[in-house]
């Protein structure tokens, strides 16, 4: 009897170490919560932006909503790209989102990256958009990628 008692106590004590331990080791991970609908409210207004500032042909301002970290190359390229897809593609005229995801930080200074897609129809055609925005702080977007494919 004192040998059965004497396991069950050390099945209890075992059992007790082990909780203990994963509650202590829970309290030093720590991770940044990602708020998705903030985050997705936050990129929808930089795209909604990026289609006004299109529709005005202000070309300087869609340069401002790009990320400075990840287009290096010489703003006057940049600046006649843009022009060049609004000569191809006309006034968006109806935008429709079809596709919108939230990840974890991209790299340091960012709390998240949100990836977007629109159905687009310009004057010239229709076609899909695709934004990856980075967000920084959980409130202000960066234009990371954007790229156009031909609607079917």
Known sequence: MNYEKSISAWIIASICL????????SCNFSTKAIYFDKELTVAERAA???????????FNAIYDLLD????????????????ANYEKLGRSIEVRL????????????YT?????????????????EFFAWNIKD????VLVEYLLEASH
Do not use: D, R
């Open 112 to 128: 998240s990256q949100v990836k977007l897609a629109y159905e687009t129809k310009f004057e010239k055609g229709t076609w899909t």
């Open 18 to 25: 082990v909780v203990s331990v994963a509650i202590v080791s």
């Open 48 to 58: 909604s932006q990026y289609h006004a500032f299109h529709n005005q042909q202000n």
């Open 68 to 83: 400075k970290q990840t287009h290096t190359g010489a703003s006057e390229n940049i600046l006649s790209e843009i022009k």
């Open 98 to 109: 079809v596709e919108k995801k939230v990840f974890p930080s991209p790299g340091p200074g």
């Open 138 to 141: 959980s409130s202000q977007a």
